[in-house]
């Protein structure tokens, strides 16, 4: 099991930018495939981003591409989140989650490692 811990989530006005932080530990970091996912009130968990071990596989839900990146640094045992164009709709928890499955697994339930959630709230 790996140890996730997420950063950087905040308030901000609709248009703005923000940029979420994930730092694991506990295991060999570029074995995992890494991933975003999101909750907002009311509503069932949501893919946004993932990539692949090496970080050259990435893959992102519609409601996101062209706005947000994800990326990693295996020496820093990191994955980000940069989100720009952020939306009101952007507004939820977003947990990072880690596994040994393949990055293009979008169903939340094929993660087994998960942060304990940094919350984004957009205004408009």
């Known amino acids: 099991q790996v140890q996730l811990v997420e950063s950087g989530g905040g308030s901000v006005q609709a248009g703005d930018s923000l940029r979420l932080s994930c730092a694991a530990s506990g295991r060999t970091f570029s074995n995992y495939a890494m991933g975003w996912f999101r909750q907002a009130p009311g509503k069932e968990r949501e893919f946004v981003a993932t990539?692949?071990?090496?970080?050259?596989?990435?893959i992102y839900a519609d409601s996101v591409k062209g706005r947000f990146t994800i990326s990693r640094d295996n020496a820093k045992n990191t994955v980000y989140l940069q989100m720009n164009s952020l939306k009101p709709g952007d507004t939820a928890v977003y947990y990072c989650?880690?596994?040994?499955?393949?990055?293009?697994?979008?169903?939340?339930?094929?993660?087994?490692?998960w942060g304990q959630g940094t919350q984004v709230t957009v205004s408009s």
């Open positions: 990539i692949s071990r090496s970080g050259r596989g990435t």
């Open positions: 989650v880690a596994d040994y499955i393949t990055y293009t697994a979008t169903d939340p339930a094929s993660w087994t490692d």
